[in-house]
C-alpha cells in the first residue's frame, strides 16, 4: 500500500514539473518577442539656396544663317578652290566648270545677234527706198506692206538674238562658283572632274555658315509644356562633347507648327546662344532647361515637412495648430523631444524642396519629416518544438 502512495505522489510530482517547465518555456518564449517601437523624429535642416522650376527639352544644334550654294548650269567641275572649314568673303570662286561649251555658246549667239542686225539693216534700207515711192502713188498699200513687215520681223529677230547672247553670257559667268556671303564652308559636296546637272533640281555644292560665333538651337518641346515657353525666356544647356560645362541662351522664337510623331506633339522652339568659344558645333545634340521659375538665395524646407502630420499622443494636436496666410506649417522639435508648429507662407516648389516666403522659420532650423520606427530584435529561446527561437528551422 505504501508503494503504491509513494508511486502517486512521485506521478503528482512529476506532472507538477512539468507543467512548471512548460510554463517557463511559455513565459521565456513571450518575453522574447517584444513589439516594443521606438517612435523619434526625422528632421532635415532648413537652408538657403536658389530653386528653379525648368522644362527639360533636347534640341539640335545649327549655324543661325546657312546657304546652300549651288550652280544654275550643267557642266563638268574643272576646280574646287575651297574645301572644308574654310573662311571665304563675298564674291570669292569656289569652284568653276569647265567653259569651253559656254564659251562657244556665247560666239554662237553673238553671230546670230550680228546676222540679225545685217537682216534688219537690209529691211530698213528696203523700207526707205521704197517708202517714197508709196508715198507718191507708184507703189499700193497691198504692194507696200511686206516692205513694212520684213522690216519688223528683223528688228524682232535681233531683239531676241541680242537675248539669247546675254542668256549664253549669263551661263558663262554661273560656270564660275562664287560665294553670296562671307562665312565658313561646312559642306563640300563636290570634287573636281564631277558632272553637274541643274536641269530639275540646283544641285548643293557647297553650305556656307555666316557666323559661327552665333548659333540657334531647334529645340522639340511637348506640349503639355509649350504654355510654359516665352519669347525671351532664359535657357541653360549642355552637350556631350562638353558634359561639365553649361551653355546659356535665350528663346528667340516658338513656331506654331506642330509635329506629331506616334501620336506625341511637340512644337520647335529656337533658342539663341552664344559661340564665343567655338566649341558649339552644328549638328551637336544639346540637352535643353527652360528656366520657367527661380527664387534665389530662398530660405528652403523639404517638402515632405509640409505634408508631415503629428499622431504621438502628447506631442502636438493638429486640430490646435495655427495656421499660416497660405494654411501651410512645419513642425519643429526641441530638446525634450516637443513638437511646435511654425505656420509659414509657401512659394514655388518643385516636388522636393518648397521656397518660404513669409513666416518666423529661421535658416538652420530642423524641420521634422517623418518618424523613425525602430523595432526591437527578438531574443533567443526554446521552442517546445526543440529549436532556437530566432534562429530558421533546419
Known sequence: M?????????????????????????????SGTTNTMDRSFQTASVRRATLELTVSSTGTLAAVETVAVGTEVSGTVEKVLVDYNDQVTMGQVLAALK????????????????????????????????LPLFEKGYLSAQEFLPYRINADKAKAALDSAQAGLVRARINLDNSVVRSPIAGTVIQRSVDAGQTVAASLNTPTLFIIAKDLARMQIEAAVD????????????????????????????VRQVRLQPTTVQNVVTYTVIVAANNDQGLLLPGMTATVDFIVEQAQDALLVPSAALRFQPTTPGKANDSNVPRAKSGS???????????????????????????????????????????????AKPKAGFSLFGSMRGRPRR
Open 2 to 30: 505504501k508503494s503504491l502512495t509513494k508511486i502517486a505522489w512521485r506521478s503528482v510530482l512529476g506532472l507538477a514539473l512539468l507543467t512548471i517547465a512548460v510554463l517557463a518555456l511559455l513565459w521565456w518564449n513571450n
Open 99 to 130: 567653259p569651253g561649251l559656254f564659251t562657244a555658246a556665247v560666239a554662237d549667239a553673238q553671230g546670230k545677234v550680228d546676222q540679225a542686225s545685217a537682216e534688219l539693216d537690209l529691211a530698213q534700207k528696203d523700207l526707205a527706198r521704197n
Open 223 to 250: 506640349e503639355t509644356d509649350i504654355g510654359q515657353i516665352r519669347q525671351g525666356q532664359q535657357v541653360r544647356f549642355s552637350v556631350q562633347s562638353y558634359p561639365e560645362q553649361t551653355f546659356t541662351g535665350s
Open 329 to 375: 506649417r512645419v513642425f519643429v522639435v526641441d530638446a525634450a523631444d516637443k513638437l511646435s508648429p511654425v505656420p509659414i507662407t509657401v512659394g514655388i516648389s518643385d516636388g522636393q524642396l518648397t521656397v518660404v516666403t513669409e513666416g518666423e522659420l529661421q535658416e538652420g532650423a530642423a524641420v521634422v519629416t517623418g518618424y523613425k520606427q525602430n523595432t
